[in-house]
């Protein structure tokens, strides 16, 4: 080797820097020794908040983008989580409406019975008021997972465990409008035929066609929320879910058509933000190696 080296300088120098390479390679050194963190899971003794448990919600929702009456709700959801990942579950609230503050002010710009001008097809107080629907009940079926989790901690001391879920399934909802027959009373709703056949028009205009915006609804559903866990078993449950069926809110004429049919219904977004307490059971909690 000595000979090579003095005879051929570069050979030999090339040689030490290869083998110094191949003993210094991250595949040489790993084959040779393992870390002590290697196979060691990335959160030990972890508490499982859901995994293998029924969760029982007492939620409460309210609208927050409705034009005409905000939706205020309580009810129940039921779910089963499968892993800490999947859950399935099902909700179910029931309402009470309130108008909203443009609906107070619509309300302000209409004429009285008997104030409307001969074929204005703007309707008075009372119509307009009539035509509004309510959700008296509304819920959903869905899937869920919880890709997220965590801990929170205050002043060093006070530590809780929280989670961040998203959910999607199918929503239903029964609307109902309560409009006199003496005010929903228009028969060929904006036109039609009389008892002899002969065309004629809706004299009465749109504000007395028969609502349409009432019945059994069925849609989309979307959510997604976080719980904040108290202890082991009792959660804080905030969560925004959005509500997608057809619906006419006004129960009037929205595609100016002199005419409220079907055509008025549209697809559209009923959302809600809502806080709920959570029970799991079982009570005891499952914890990681």
Not at 37 to 49: G, I, K, N, Q
Not at 84 to 95: C, E, M, N, P, R
Not at 167 to 191: H, T, V
Request: with cysteine.
């Amino acid at each position: 080797m000595t000979c090579i080296a003095k005879r051929y300088p570069a050979i030999a120098i090339g040689a030490l820097l290869i083998g110094a390479a191949l003993i210094s390679s991250p595949s040489v050194a790993n084959a040779e020794r393992k870390g002590i963190l290697d196979e060691v899971p990335a959160v030990r003794h972890r508490l499982l908040m859901v995994k293998n448990r029924f969760e029982l919600s007492l939620a409460t929702e309210a609208t927050i983008n409705s034009d005409f009456r905000h939706t205020l709700g309580a009810g129940l959801k039921l779910e089963y989580h499968v892993s800490d990942l999947l859950s399935f579950g099902v909700i179910g609230i029931a309402g009470t409406s309130i108008n909203t503050g443009l609906t107070d002010k619509i309300i302000g710009t209409l004429p009285n019975p008997g104030e409307r001008p001969m074929g204005d097809p703007t309707p008075t107080k009372e119509e307009f008021e009539s035509h509004l629907n309510k959700m008296p009940l509304h819920g959903a079926a869905f899937v869920a997972v919880t890709p997220w989790y965590g801990k929170l901690a205050a002043f060093g001391k006070f530590f809780v465990n929280f989670d961040f879920y998203f959910q999607g399934g199918l929503a239903f909802a029964k609307l109902k409008a309560d409009c006199s027959s003496a005010i929903c009373s228009d028969q060929f709703a904006g036109g039609g035929e009389d008892s002899m056949g002969n065309i004629v028009l809706n004299d009465n205009l749109p504000y007395n066609d028969p609502v349409l915006n009432d019945g059994f609804r069925a849609g989309l559903y979307l959510g997604g929320g976080i719980h904040v866990f108290l202890n082991d078993y009792i959660a804080l449950d905030l969560t925004v879910r959005d509500y997608i069926f057809q619906d006419n809110p006004s129960g009037l004429d929205f595609d100016a058509d002199l005419a409220v049919t079907d055509d008025d219904n549209r697809f559209l977004n009923h959302l809600f933000m809502g806080v709920g307490v959570s029970i799991l059971l079982p009570m005891k909690v499952e914890r990681t190696n």
